[in-house]
């Protein structure tokens, strides 16, 4: 199961409801933050979530209300006895500002970092990867998919019938091998079936490019900025940001499943259906997020 906690969802200026972007996605052992607004470290006690546990931050780009609770949550992790290597991925740029930012903010730490600058399929593990997509934001910027790779799985009624017992001769269908059973071959195909990869995809601050929908086609959770609606559309395009409505055509256009709304001006704080109600309107499966949501797929 994939988990994705919201622990920020405003955008430049946090409200008194919506705290400055970061997203946490739990994956197995796997816990992938992505940007670090400030605040992000209280977020994660609000959330009753452990900090230590952090494998890897992918940051989109290097604007303050995306990066500004890294100092203090590399602290944290150093008080708190953090034993693992930390990556941190980003775009162009990466490796400079966390040299600058290491050297500002010193502290003792026991853990190692290692920063890359990526683009392309960056990270490829056994079951699942990363990749990262420029964006058009005026400074270098990313956005991010998550992949979980479909696996093979056993039909459990049609093992039943098979009478083959439970045991190492399982783990040879499920790597596709067919296998002898007291004299009788048993077909992997015939008994098996993959199920279909599930795709999260992370698109924060960026303005309407061509990149965008190719690179999220086919997502089961298109997580995407929504900073204003479509009254702001060009207000919205002069600060190379995304409306309610472009998002929600991204959506439709890339065949998502389903479109999560985030990154909001608090000029929509005591009125946020003006979000929901105009993405809705073009792409029913939308939603719109609060801080410390969580959703499963």
Known sequence: MIKITFLGTSDQIPSAKRNHTSILL????????????????????????????????LLTHWHGDHIFGIPGLLSTLALSGYNKTLYIYGPKGTREFMKSLLRLFNFTKEYSIKVEEVTGRFYEGSDFY??????????????????????????????R???????????????????????????????????????????????????????????????????????????AKKHLHLTSKQAADIATKSKSKKLILTHISQRYENEPQKILNEAKRIFKSSVLVNDLDSIDI
Do not use: W
């Not at 992505?34 to 979530?49: H, I, N, P, S, Y």
């Not at 091998?177 to 601050?205: C, E, P």
């Not at 690179?215 to 089961?220: A, E, G, L, P, T």
């Open 26 to 57: 739990n994956y197995n052992e796997e816990n992938i933050l992505v940007d670090c607004g400030e605040g992000t470290q209280r977020q994660f006690r609000k959330a009753r979530l452990n900090p230590c546990k952090i494998t890897k931050i």
């Open 130 to 159: 990363l990749e990262a997509k420029p964006m058009t934001h005026g400074i270098p910027c990313n956005a991010y998919v998550f992949v979980k790779k479909g696996q093979i799985r056993i039909h459990k009624e049609k093992l």
């Open 161 to 235: 019938k098979s009478k083959l017992p439970i045991g190492p001769l399982l783990q040879k269908l499920k790597q596709g091998k067919n296998i002898i059973y007291h004299g009788k071959k048993y077909l992997a195909r015939d008994l098996t079936f993959k199920d279909g990869d599930k795709k999260v995809s992370f698109v924060l601050d960026t303005s309407m490019n061509n990149l965008i929908i190719p690179f999220v086609k086919d997502s089961d959770l298109l997580i995407c900025e929504s900073t204003f609606n479509s009254e702001l559309e060009a207000h």
